[in-house]
């Protein structure tokens, strides 16, 4: 009973302040998350409208700002019989947790689905709207005899989970999706509205769907100066 009463006022007091605009609801908000997110750097921002879940699997480095709006969804959930779950030898965590590391800005209206597990490396950022999906459901039957493939809550879908990997200075653009056991090595950038299905090597442009490797995206000598530093 205790416990039901502590949570009910804890739902309460982060809606209170998931909305405060300001200097006031950004304090606020780090002083609420910084004592239950699974750790949390310094001049880290939350801003207006963020919804986050399962904050006890979500580790920000330093100099985050999770801008307006964004959704940051994390914890092992339990999957359906049947689920393909995959490896990524590049991801280094638990699963179901979501890792961001320093100097990171997820812009507006951006959702991170970390219960399949996400890594994002140093010095990235994403365009409003981007999306990245560690568990999603697969175009197949469902197993039933009729194959229909139901997709209201509670329905059996076939499923998909492995944790996504995002190395050092990657810019993921507008409204792209980025899917299961995806691999973006370091000095990369996605194009908007892209979407990335296969892992993608370093210092690449990628566009398409499914993305594909355009160019080189800085020059070959000044991505290896970059590296030398």
């Known amino acids: 009973m205790f416990k039901s009463i502590v949570l009910f006022f804890d739902n309460v007091l982060r809606s209170l302040i998931r909305n405060l605009g300001g200097s006031v609801g950004r304090s606020l908000r780090y002083m609420y998350y910084s004592r239950r997110l699974g750790s949390c750097g310094k001049n880290v921002i939350i801003d207006e409208g963020v919804i986050i879940q399962g904050s006890r699997d979500i580790h920000l480095g330093d100099d985050v700002w999770i801008d307006r709006y964004c959704i940051l969804m994390a914890g092992k959930v339990p999957l359906e019989e049947g689920a393909k779950v995959l490896t990524n030898p590049n991801y280094q965590h638990d699963i179901g947790e979501l890792h961001i590391g320093n100097n990171v800005h997820i812009t507006p209206y951006s959702l991170i689905q970390a219960h399949g597990g996400v890594q994002i490396g140093n010095d990235c950022g ?9 568990l999603t459901n697969l175009p197949t039957d469902s197993g039933k005899p009729d194959r229909r493939v139901c997709y209201s809550w509670g329905g059996e879908l076939a499923q998909l989970s492995a944790p996504i990997v995002i190395g050092n200075n990657v810019g993921i653009g507008l409204g792209a999706v980025i899917l299961p056991a995806v ?41 290896e100066a970059a590296k030398a530093e």
């Open 126 to 134: 994403t365009g409003s709207g981007a999306k990245i999906y560690s």
């Open 183 to 223: 691999t973006i090595e370091n000095e990369c950038f996605v194009a908007p509205y892209s979407i990335v299905m296969s892992p993608i090597k370093e210092n690449s442009f990628v566009s398409g769907n499914p993305a594909r490797k355009i160019k080189e995206r800085f020059p070959v000598a000044e991505a």
